[in-house]
């Protein structure tokens, strides 16, 4: 019991907590996801996040201390994403075949993201800049703070915005798509990645190929538009 507060002690007061606490409840929360099948409420990220905040709350620990050491797995949150353009790159052909649909399911699914999203905060009453945060929920994270900011919004906001969309995404697409009859992993893994950008496509991916393939292209079209358009749209209306 002395070494472990020792080296509680120790990792506490270096940027190694936030990098060691992180990897260690990923992997743990994937090692259970993977023993139960990998079902959604399974889903690492959601209880990653929960057992990390739940950490940070009982040890009183600042989250800027955690940070300096978990900004090393946020830097690495690039790569990942550019990783998903391998199953994009196996099926060119493919893809290529379809780009006019593909361009247009696009554009409808990520103007009925936004516009849901900005319609049901201003319904609230919700403050601009909160607006603006929500409206690139369904863009990658890092994409949707740079997005918001251009608007007039919160980053941190449109940050966790993102992440709800993801999570959401994530774990009720299976029911949702099941009780729609869609089977076909293509128009799965498409709706998911264009509606919960890199945490969906990361379930996909899990489920199947193809439907991984078709996220991350989801993903990709979803970043290039939204960067594009938004902050057009937002100016015009």
Known sequence: MSAFVELWVYLSATPLFGLTAT???????????????????????????LALSLLLMATGTAYPTYFSGAQFIHFLLGPAVVALAWPMWQRRAQLCSRWRPVLLAALAGGAAAAVSAVAIGWGLGLPAEVLASLAPKSVTAPVAMGIAERLGGI???????????????????????????????????????????????????????????????????????????????????
Do not use: C, E
């Open 23 to 49: 990897v260690s409840a990923y992997v743990l929360a994937q090692m259970a996801s993977a023993r139960l099948g990998h079902p959604p409420l399974a889903n690492p990220v959601l209880w990653t996040v």
């Open 155 to 237: 980053p941190a906001l449109a940050a966790v915005g993102a992440l709800l969309a993801g999570l959401t995404g994530a774990l009720s697409a299976k029911p949702i798509f099941d009780a729609l009859r869609v089977a076909d992993p293509s128009v799965r893994g498409f709706a998911l990645g264009t509606a919960s950008h890199g945490i969906g496509a990361a379930r996909a991916l899990q489920v199947h190929p193809d439907a991984g393939a078709y996220a991350g292209l989801a993903l990709g079209v979803q970043v290039l538009l939204a960067s594009l358009l938004m902050p057009l749209a937002w100016r015009l209306f």
